[in-house]
């Protein structure tokens, strides 16, 4: 095993515990720590308020190593030339998707605690539309799009590998 297998090992690695940690970790809040509290006797707006701004920290920390390996692991999967059409729309529909992953995270930062959005009671729709764009906006949306990403990668894994035999 040379150097740049090392790194490549390393890089990886980080990519996927961070993607399992945010994915993970969302996916948490939703199925368990929110229908916990919701269920709980005591007020719980405290406990919402730790948690949120833990996992603040993890998702963006999670999101700077994904940006940063992600980039490392599209170069070394492009740049020998082995790789076909389908692997190279799958990979922009997955960039795609974990873009609208980035914006959505960090657009909730700057309106309110990040778990708050989850808990958050859904307004009065006026619309349709409104009704829509609410929806493709929320968290759960986020938690959506990183099991379709989790899918698309899998996918890229065996292009990849159909690319080289
Ligand atoms: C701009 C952002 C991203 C880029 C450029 C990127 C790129 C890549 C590339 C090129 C691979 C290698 C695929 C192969 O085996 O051929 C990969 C693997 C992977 N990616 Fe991403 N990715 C990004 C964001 C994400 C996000 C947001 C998630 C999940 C939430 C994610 C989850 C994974 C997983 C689980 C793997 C498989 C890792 C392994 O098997 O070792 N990625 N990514």
Redesign the pocket.
């Known amino acids: 095993m040379s150097v740049g297998d090392v790194f490549l090992l390393v890089v990886?690695?980080l990519?996927?515990v961070s993607?399992?940690a945010?994915?993970g970790g969302s996916l948490f809040y939703l199925l368990v720590l929110r229908p916990a509290l919701r269920r709980s006797p005591e007020p719980s707006g405290w406990l919402n308020a730790a948690a949120a701004s833990e996992f603040r920290a993890l998702v963006d920390t999670s999101i700077l190593v994904?940006?940063t390996t992600?980039?490392i692991?599209?170069l070394?999967?492009l740049t020998p030339g082995v790789v076909g059409t389908p692997?190279v729309l799958t990979?922009g529909v997955?960039?795609a998707l974990?873009?609208w992953?980035f914006i959505l995270a960090l657009g909730r930062r700057r309106r309110t605690a990040l778990l708050d959005a989850y808990r958050q009671a859904p307004e009065p729709t006026t619309s349709r539309l409104q009704g829509l764009v609410r929806a493709v906006s929320g968290y759960n949306t986020i938690v959506i799009l990183?099991i379709v990403?989790?899918l698309l990668?899998?996918l890229?894994?065996v292009?990849?590998e159909i690319a080289l035999s």
Request: glycine content about 6%; charged content about 15%.
């Open positions: 990886r690695w990519h996927l993607a399992a945010w994915v994904l940006l992600g980039i692991l599209t070394n999967r692997y990979l997955k960039i974990s873009v992953m990183g990403v989790f990668s899998d890229l894994k292009l990849f």
